[in-house]
């Protein structure tokens, strides 16, 4: 990354010329002409004192955190309510790691054919982006207030799904490429009858991995009969990895 410091000291040698010009100018007029040109020359110094200051902390902020924040704790949900008809709902904590956070950014995949329905209780969904089969589709989420620098929201984001076809898969996918607390997972399957008891597993696969998406399993959920649901925390994650909870649709 370009480093700041040039451009800062490229700004105070045009202050400090900027202030030489003006100082010849205060030797020519009167001196009530003098206090106008003194006193614009001063606020016109503090002005681009102000903006520097705040450029230099902007781009210190920016080369000190890649992402513009960081996801402390996320809470996620899967619902279906019939053979065809499901809801995914994710609250997430994050906190701010710009100067100003005005609009965060949801990834989602749904494999299912059909566009779901986008909702937010909390923001304001201002754009949807498809992308191809293979990646991940996006919607910009505008908060109600900008975010400063280290403060906390939640963010939440929901998804209402139509399987008409039947090709969805049955996973959750959550990618972890920074540091968060802990992930809860919720897994609702209303359409089950009471003889349902499959467990579902936990798999996980490298960010980078190359060639076929293979997930390695490395744990097990029971289903609750009671609740008709699967329910997992998982905590501080390695990050590096995608954690996927899959069980049979």
């Not at 909390?122 to 992308?131: A, D, P, R, S």
Request: net charge positive; hydrophobic share 35%; charged share 20%.
């Amino acid at each position: 990354m370009k480093s700041s410091k040039p451009n800062l000291l490229y700004t105070f040698n045009i202050v400090t010329g900027l202030a030489s010009i003006l100082s010849a100018f205060y030797l020519l007029f009167s001196n009530s002409t003098n206090a106008i040109i003194a006193l614009s020359a001063f606020c016109l110094f503090l002005l681009v004192s102000l903006f520097t200051l705040i450029y230099g902390i902007k781009e210190f902020i920016k080369k000190e955190n890649q992402y513009d924040h960081i996801k402390v704790s996320s809470f996620t949900s899967f619902e279906t309510f019939d053979q065809t008809h499901y809801a995914f709902e994710t609250y997430r904590v994050i906190q701010s790691k710009r100067l100003i956070l005005t609009r965060v950014t949801q990834r989602f995949k749904w494999t299912g054919s059909k566009m779901p329905l986008l909702s937010s209780n909390l923001q304001t969904i201002t754009k949807i982006k498809e992308e191809g089969k293979d990646d991940y589709d996006s919607a910009e989420l505008k908060l109600q207030a900008p975010l400063l620098y280290n403060q906390t929201t939640t963010i939440h984001f929901k998804a209402e799904m139509d399987d008409f076809d039947n090709i969805s898969q049955p996973h959750l996918d959550y990618k972890v490429d920074k540091p968060i607390n802990i992930i809860h997972y919720r897994v609702i399957l209303r359409h089950k009858d009471s003889s349902f008891k499959t467990p579902a597993t936990l798999k996980r696969m490298p960010i980078n991995s190359k060639g076929p998406s293979t997930y390695e399993e490395f744990g097990s959920i029971p289903f609750d009969a009671v609740s008709k649901s699967y329910n997992y925390d998982l905590i501080n994650p390695e990050v590096g990895y995608y954690y996927r909870i899959e069980w049979i649709k």
